[in-house]
């Protein structure tokens, strides 16, 4: 009789450990809160932007995401109004949420080929923690309450978004501002857009507006709704990255597979996806890869800690810099990260970010 393995959290990564263990002989019931697949109503339909190298990310998490990835064509990152075109090679765009055209739509597909049994309206619950089998695998996301529940060191993030259909794809940019710590970024793919300004802070009506003006003055861009929410990110100790919570097994973001800089968690949710199912088949070979994935959270964590939140405030000052620097002089400098080498030891297609990957 095949073994059961229950899988709470029936976004990306907890999709992708699905199929794997189904491929596998595994009988896999997936939970979530929500009534149906396509992740957290919260947040979805969006899209995502992340540097990524799709063919040896599909490769390992033995599933081809070719046909959702869309690489991203422009990326201007803008300090105030002062405009630099960000190099884009190996930046791709992607949809989650339940639209045809999305990531969710496309693994919950194959879960479905694979006889994957969904229970929607189904939480996991504190109490019932003590209670799972081992080798339970927990892929909650971004979601407070789960931390809270697992015991998981997290920051909370305050933000607008907006979201909606748009007459265009594969542009993204990125605007810095001193009303927030983290930025305010547009993506858009499949002819759908997300726009999000976020910070570790509560973030203003004001420094919205400030936005808004923003985008219209320079991209001519006007979205007419847009909600205040918030979320959890594993980036609160240099030490969040884990494979395993007790018997637990984590994956996706809540295991810390994101970016403590730029907060990038598509590709570590993917890869991790992968390592959660491999965590009941192999486990030496999961602890060695969700190592090798994170291996770098630490150095970024301090990096964004100690140097980059004590310069992030400067934002005139950087703009004053570029301008007298001159604006094409920064663009080519900046396009030189796209010449520039592996690190050694780093991992094809993961590695020019600092990140974890
Ligand atoms: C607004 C926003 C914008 C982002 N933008 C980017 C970006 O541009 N680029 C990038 O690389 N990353 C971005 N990220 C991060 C990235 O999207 C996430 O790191 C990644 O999608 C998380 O995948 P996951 O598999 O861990 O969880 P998710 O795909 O979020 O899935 C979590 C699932 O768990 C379910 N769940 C939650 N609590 C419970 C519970 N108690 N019981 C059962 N089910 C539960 C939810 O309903 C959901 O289905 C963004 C995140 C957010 C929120």
Same mark, same amino acid.
Request: net charge negative; proline share 13%; aromatic share 8%.
């Given at each position: 009789m095949a073994k059961t393995i229950d899988i709470y959290g029936a976004g990306m990564s907890g999709l992708i450990a699905a199929i794997n263990l189904a491929r596998e002989g595994y009988d896999v019931v997936v939970h979530d809160r929500?009534? $149906?697949? $396509? @992740?957290?109503p919260q947040y979805n339909p969006s899209t995502h932007t992340t540097p990524i190298d799709v063919e040896k990310t599909s490769e390992y998490v033995g599933i #081809?995401?070719? !046909?959702?990835f869309h690489p991203v064509i422009r990326c201007p990152f803008y300090f105030h109004d002062t405009k630099i075109e960000a190099p884009v090679k190996g930046i791709y765009t992607v949809e989650r949420g339940n =639209? !045809? %055209?999305s990531l969710d739509t496309l693994l919950y597909n194959q879960c479905k080929e694979l006889g994957v049994q969904f229970s929607w309206n189904d939480p996991l619950k504190k109490e019932d923690i003590p209670k799972l089998p081992k080798n %339970? +695998?927990?892929?909650? @996301?971004?979601t407070p309450s789960a931390y809270e529940m697992l015991g998981i060191p997290y920051l909370r993030w305050y933000g607008w978004i907006s979201r909606g259909e748009i007459g265009f794809s594969g542009y993204s940019w990125i605007w810095l501002d001193e009303g927030i710590t983290e930025y305010g970024y547009l993506s858009s793919v499949n002819n759908y857009y997300f726009n999000l300004l976020f910070s570790i802070r509560h973030v203003s009506k004001e420094t919205l507006k400030k936005y808004q003006d923003f985008m219209v003055r320079n991209e001519g861009v006007e979205h007419e709704e847009w909600i205040y929410t918030g979320g959890a990110v594993? +980036?609160?100790? &240099? #030490?969040?990255? =884990? *494979? /395993?919570?007790g018997d637990l097994i984590l994956a996706g973001t +809540?295991? @810390?597979?994101? #970016? &403590?800089? *730029?907060? /990038?968690g598509i590709l570590g949710a993917t890869v991790t996806g992968k390592v959660a199912a491999l965590a009941v088949t192999d486990r030496e070979r999961a602890v060695a890869d969700f190592r090798r994935f994170t291996r770098r959270f630490r150095q970024a964590y301090f990096m964004k800690n100690k140097v980059h939140y004590r310069m992030r405030p400067y934002v005139r000052l950087n703009e004053l810099l570029i301008n007298a620097i001159g604006v094409k002089r920064v663009e080519k400098l900046a396009s030189m990260v796209d010449r520039m080498p592996l690190l050694p030891g780093s991992i094809p297609g993961f590695a020019r970010v600092m990140g974890c990957f």
């Open positions: 929500e009534k $149906g697949y $396509g @992740g957290d #081809d995401l070719s !046909p959702v =639209r !045809p %055209t %339970t +695998i927990v892929a909650c @996301g971004l594993p +980036i609160a100790s &240099p #030490d969040n990255p =884990r *494979l /395993f919570q +809540i295991s @810390g597979a994101m #970016d &403590p800089m *730029l907060w /990038f």
